[in-house]
Each structure stands twice: as structure tokens, then as C-alpha cells.
């Protein structure tokens, strides 16, 4: 029985973890970031790397205050370079897509903290990083937030002049 389960959901975290981003985006927030909470007590900080970048990925969104998110977004970002640079168990290559969006996430922190040359950091990171999105609506909505933020930031809207599609919808 425990085997069937298992083969029906290969991995009951991620699966626990989009549940409750559906709640989110049920416009619950404050129970997200709740359950969010109490599953990463139950991960830990030295849990499954990919399912710690997942889990603080979202748990940032919920929070209210600018710090709290970029220390989320942060943890994520950390989990997500033990998966790519093989510190951790896990394909290396199953990460690289995460990349764009996690410094186009940071980048928006920092301009929320003020700290502009922080923020272009990031957002310089994530057009390097962003050869490796697919061309699905995912890759051209995050491609089209980096455009629109480096407009904020005043700098060139996209690498190489490439069309970067409409915004991805959250």
C-alpha cells in the first residue's frame, strides 16, 4: 500500500507544497504563509534542497514585510545553488531553470529595500541565466519581468535585443 502511494505521488512534499500555493493564490495568504511555516519546521533548514528552494521560493510571496522576503528569497536561492553545484544529492541540470527566476526575485527585494546596485546585481544574474528558460509562457513571462524591471532600473530593457513575451501570470 505504501509503495502504491509512493508511485502515485514520487514526491508527497512538492506535492504539499503546491497545495498550499494554491491557497495562496486562492487569496488566503495569511494561512499559506502559516502552513508554509509549518512545513518548513518540518523540512528544516537541512532538509531536501530542492524541496527547501521550493518551499522559501513561496513562503517569500507571503511575507508582508521587504526583509522578511528577501531573507525567503535568499534561502532559496541558496538551496537551489547546492542542487546546481553538486553539494547536494540530485541533477545538477534540473536546477538551471530556477536561476532567472530567483535573482529577478531578489533584484525586486532589493529595489523594494532601496539598495538599486544590489537589485542590478541580481537582475544582471538573471538575464545571464536566462538562455536556459524554455519558450513556454513561463520562460516568456519571466523573461518580460526582467525587461520591465530593468526599464525601472533604467538600464537596456533585454539581452541581444530578443522578443521577451507578455508577463507570467502569478
Not at 488566503?28 to 504563509?33: G, I, K, S
Not at 535568499?74 to 530556477?98: K, N, T, W
Amino acid at each position: 500500500m505504501a509503495e502504491r502511494q509512493e508511485q502515485a505521488a514520487p514526491d508527497a512534499v512538492l506535492t504539499r507544497i503546491g497545495q498550499v500555493v494554491m491557497l495562496h493564490h486562492g487569496g488566503d495568504r495569511e494561512e499559506a504563509r502559516s502552513r508554509f511555516l509549518d512545513l518548513w519546521t518540518e523540512i528544516g533548514e537541512d532538509g531536501d534542497p530542492l524541496h527547501r528552494c521550493t518551499l522559501a521560493h513561496y513562503l517569500a510571496d507571503t511575507q508582508d514585510d521587504p526583509d522578511d522576503e528577501l531573507a525567503w528569497d535568499l534561502r532559496a536561492l541558496s538551496a537551489a545553488e547546492e542542487l546546481a553545484d553538486g553539494r547536494a544529492d540530485g541533477d545538477p541540470a534540473s536546477v538551471q531553470g530556477f536561476f532567472p527566476s530567483l535573482h529577478l526575485n531578489l533584484a525586486a527585494d532589493y529595489v523594494k529595500l532601496g539598495r538599486a546596485e544590489a537589485a542590478r546585481s541580481h537582475l544582471r544574474r538573471a538575464r545571464s541565466t536566462a538562455g536556459s528558460l524554455a519558450d513556454d509562457g513561463y520562460g516568456e513571462g519571466v523573461r518580460s519581468a526582467i525587461s520591465r524591471l530593468a526599464l525601472r532600473l533604467g538600464e537596456e530593457g533585454t539581452p541581444g535585443g530578443d522578443g521577451w513575451g507578455p508577463p507570467r501570470q502569478r
